[in-house]
């Protein structure tokens, strides 16, 4: 069965650099999450979208913005990059607001 | 703002034996989903709670919700080395932003 994919799976960025991570959901779901996870630590829920349209916002820093294309392809665009945005970054897709389906994560460094 | 609590943090136990992991919210939930997630790897859906006192299984994992709609818990029995990983839950109250609890480290020793 076909899973939630993105892109890239590993990327290395400079302080203050730009990152723009990619996310393919499940087909035909509608729902896509991103999600932040530093090492020991739970997911935190950044942002989602339903529909193409922003469904709810969390803990998404200034510097992150996100948006769902028609093909409902999402991308999380990082900008002046910390030291501390360093973190498996996942991305997950759900038919509304059933069981999301989480895929294999974008681990992102930044030196 | 929203918080889900879990405990415990880690959880020793020996093949066979049983395991139960807690979590309670700041504020009632509408739904709480439980997630396995493995050593390097990405968090798995295991099951979602939506009625008040609701229990559900599958095979040795028994899950439970609240009857206020604002603890859960996740026990499996007999514990195998399968079983190892972390276990969250992650709460929602309505909309679509999901608050995952710190997780419970599960080590099984054979």
């Known amino acids: 069965a076909a899973g939630v994919i993105q892109s890239p799976r590993h990327l290395i960025k400079e302080k203050r650099e730009t990152a723009t991570l990619k996310c393919y959901p499940i087909?035909?779901?509608?729902?896509v999450y991103w999600y932040q996870q530093g090492p020991g630590q739970d997911p935190q829920f950044l942002i989602s979208?339903?529909?193409?349209?922003?469904?709810d916002k969390g803990s998404i820093p200034d510097r992150f913005s996100a948006q769902q294309f028609s093909d409902y392809h999402s991308e999380l665009n990082m900008s002046s990059l910390e030291l501390g945005d360093s973190a498996l970054y996942f991305c997950?897709?759900?038919?509304?607001?059933?069981?999301?389906?989480f895929g294999p994560g974008t681990r992102l460094t930044v030196t | 703002g929203q918080q889900v609590m879990q405990i415990p943090q880690y959880q020793h136990v020996q093949e066979g034996e049983d395991f139960t992991t807690y979590c309670n919210s700041s504020?009632?939930?509408?739904?709480i989903q439980w997630y396995k997630q493995r050593p390097g790897g990405h968090p798995v859906f295991l099951i979602q709670?939506?009625?008040?006192?609701e229990v559900k299984k599958q095979k040795r994992l028994t899950f439970q919700f609240g009857e206020a709609k604002k603890n859960s818990s996740l026990h499996i029995t007999a514990t195998q080395t399968t079983d190892v990983g972390t276990y969250f839950c992650?709460?929602?109250?309505?909309?679509?932003?999901?608050?995952f609890g710190a997780g419970t480290r599960l080590f099984v020793k054979a």
């Open positions: 997950a897709s759900s038919l509304g607001k059933a069981e999301q389906y």
């Open positions: 992650a709460g929602n109250t309505g909309g679509f932003k999901t608050i």
């Open positions: 979208f339903y529909e193409k349209m922003q469904s």
């Open positions: 504020t009632t939930l509408s739904n």
């Open positions: 709670l939506v009625k008040s006192g």
């Open positions: 087909p035909r779901h509608d729902t």
